[in-house]
């Protein structure tokens, strides 16, 4: 029980690697806050922590909105009974050619992955100050250090996040917060949909076999436990090998 009366938000949670973590800290005794944009999948992954004997709440909101990602926090905060751990993981990857990528994608990766990590943090940040206890992790991705052709605005956004748990991670490194970053390599969820294949085929990893959410869960559970409480500002790549 590596996270005994802890308590957990994760956006993005309704699905993939998000709803990995959900599974994973609630098994490790936290009680997890599950955010999504889409309702159903929050529902879903409520009844698969549920069913293992955890405790999960829904906080739907779209990270990308500030006022509804500050109230969302406030609301988590309310039913868990504070609020020690936040996974900014929602994410979305549609793949096109650069001459492609329209100034509303463009803004669109951004607001995702940037606003989205910025949002979260200005809600969440204030609390663990307080408490002097705190685990900021977002989920970037190998994309952030190799860069992946068809997906200039993905991996400008992904890079866009390690630059900012470095900077955040060092702020705030004296006040027992620590805020880290995993990069999966390539896991099977359904955002593999909007993946261009010749990505998909690159990434195959050595290990010889595609990752899991469950892969990237235990990294996370690691950055989220008192043992962690050394390693801030770093970036950890789950990725099989294909580096
Ligand atoms: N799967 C991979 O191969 C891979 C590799 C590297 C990084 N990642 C990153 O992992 C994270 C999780 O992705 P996944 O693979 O589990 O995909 P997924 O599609 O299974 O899950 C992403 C979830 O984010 C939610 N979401 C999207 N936009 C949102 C918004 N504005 N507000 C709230 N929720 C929103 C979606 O509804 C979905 O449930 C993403 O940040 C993604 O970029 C995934």
Redesign the pocket.
């Known amino acids: 029980m590596r996270l005994a009366g802890k308590k957990a938000l994760i956006?993005?949670a309704?699905?993939?690697?998000?709803r990995g973590m959900a599974l994973l800290f609630a098994q490790n005794g936290a009680v997890v806050g599950v955010?999504?944009?889409?309702p159903t999948?929050i529902e879903e992954t409520i009844a698969l922590v549920e069913a293992e004997g955890g405790k999960a709440v829904g906080v739907p909101?779209?990270?990308?909105n500030f006022d509804a990602v500050n109230s969302g926090v406030n609301q988590a905060r309310e039913a868990l009974g504070g609020l020690d751990i936040f996974c900014a993981?929602?994410?979305?990857?549609p793949s096109a050619d650069f001459v492609d990528i329209s100034p509303e994608a463009w803004d669109t990766m951004m607001k995702?992955?940037l606003y989205?990590v910025f949002n979260g943090c200005k809600a969440v940040l204030p609390g663990m100050l307080e408490q002097s206890w705190g685990r900021i992790i977002v989920?970037?991705?190998?994309?952030a250090v190799s860069g992946d052709k068809h997906l200039t605005h993905y991996s400008a956004a992904?890079a866009g996040q390690v630059g900012f748990i470095r900077a955040l991670a060092r702020e705030v490194a004296d006040a027992g917060v620590t805020v880290n970053a995993i990069?999966?390599?390539?896991?099977q969820?359904?955002?593999?949909g909007e993946v261009d294949s010749e990505v998909i085929e690159r990434y195959l990893p050595p290990v010889g076999r595609i990752?899991q959410?469950k892969d990237q869960a235990y990294a996370a559970l690691y950055l989220a436990s008192d043992e962690a409480e050394f390693v801030t500002g770093h970036l950890l790549q789950v990725n099989g090998g294909s580096f």
């Open positions: 956006t993005g309704g699905s993939g690697i998000g955010n999504d944009i889409n999948r909101f779209d990270v990308t993981n929602a994410g979305i990857a995702v992955h989205g989920t970037s991705s190998m994309s992904k990069a999966p390599g390539l896991v969820t359904n955002i593999l990752g959410p």
